[in-house]
């Protein structure tokens, strides 16, 4: 099993940056891929940035490419997202989120954070 933990959230201008970390517990942390996604309050969960257990394959949304990029650090059993030029838009709540394939899809991640608060002002 993987718990993890969100953390860096909070409130930043339009424009500003902000890197969430999701720190993890177990030893198989290294096999899974991970996942960030959002939810905006009224909308769905979407899909944000994944990346492989080595690092070696990421993707992204399209609203989010070239503005976000998603790292790992197996040793210190951790995976980041740091975001770029943040938009009102980008506005939610943020959850990492742990599968055994490099997925989008939300149902295919077994295991999840309780997710951090961004909040981009205008």
């Known amino acids: 099993q993987v718990q993890l933990v969100e953390s860096g959230g909070g409130l930043v201008q339009a424009g500003g940056s902000l890197r969430l970390s999701c720190a993890a517990s177990?030893?198989?942390?290294?096999?899974?891929?991970m996942g960030w996604f959002r939810q905006a309050p009224g909308k769905e969960r979407e899909f944000v940035a994944t990346?492989?257990?080595?690092?070696?394959?990421?993707y992204y949304a399209d609203d989010v490419k070239g503005r976000f990029t998603i790292s790992r650090d197996n040793a210190k059993v951790a995976v980041y997202l740091r975001m770029n030029n943040l938009k009102p838009a980008d506005t939610a709540i943020y959850y990492c989120?742990?599968?055994?394939?490099?997925?989008?899809?939300?149902?295919?991640?077994?295991?999840w954070g309780q997710g951090t608060q961004v909040t981009v002002s205008s």
């Open positions: 990346i492989s257990w080595n690092g070696g394959r990421t």
């Open positions: 177990g030893r198989t942390f290294s096999s899974y891929a």
């Open positions: 989120a742990a599968s055994s394939r490099v997925v989008t899809g939300p149902d295919r991640y077994d295991y």
